[in-house]
């Protein structure tokens, strides 16, 4: 299971940390994800970190404003956005998989899933 915190709205400019903790599986074994999708848009892989945190992927749109990070201790991944645009909104969701590929950016190929977390940047 994978559990979302922190979406929220906040203004242009602004920044939000997003965690997603998960239980009943062997976190450190999955490579873990953050997609996004908004409203008729299909969705998207925002930012992917591998196993051991070593390494990690971003979509161009967020590289300079968005971290992914993970403390295989706490079971939770953390992805701290900065300089939110409009843009930026979306459904937020953690995602997880077991084979290690830290970039798919196909959703099919990611197993475990979050519900979600709306966060809404205004102009």
């Known amino acids: 299971q994978l559990v979302e915190s922190g979406g929220g709205w906040v203004q242009a400019g602004g920044s939000l940390r997003l965690s997603c903790a998960a239980s009943?599986?062997?976190?450190?074994?999955?490579?873990m994800g953050w997609f996004r999708q908004a409203p008729g848009k299909e969705r998207e892989l925002v930012a992917g970190?591998?196993?051991?945190?070593?390494?990690?992927y971003y979509t161009d749109s967020v590289k300079g404003r968005f971290t992914i990070s993970r403390d295989n201790a706490k079971n939770t991944v953390y992805l701290q956005m900065n300089s939110l645009k409009p843009e930026d909104t979306a459904v937020y969701y953690c995602?997880?998989?077991?084979?290690?590929?830290?970039?798919?950016?196909?959703?099919?190929?990611?197993?475990?899933w979050g519900q979600g977390t709306q966060v809404t940047v205004s102009s």
């Open positions: 970190i591998s196993r051991s945190g070593d390494s990690t």
């Open positions: 995602t997880a998989d077991g084979s290690g590929n830290y970039a798919t950016p196909s959703p099919g190929k990611w197993y475990y």
């Open positions: 009943g599986l062997t976190f450190s074994v999955n490579a």
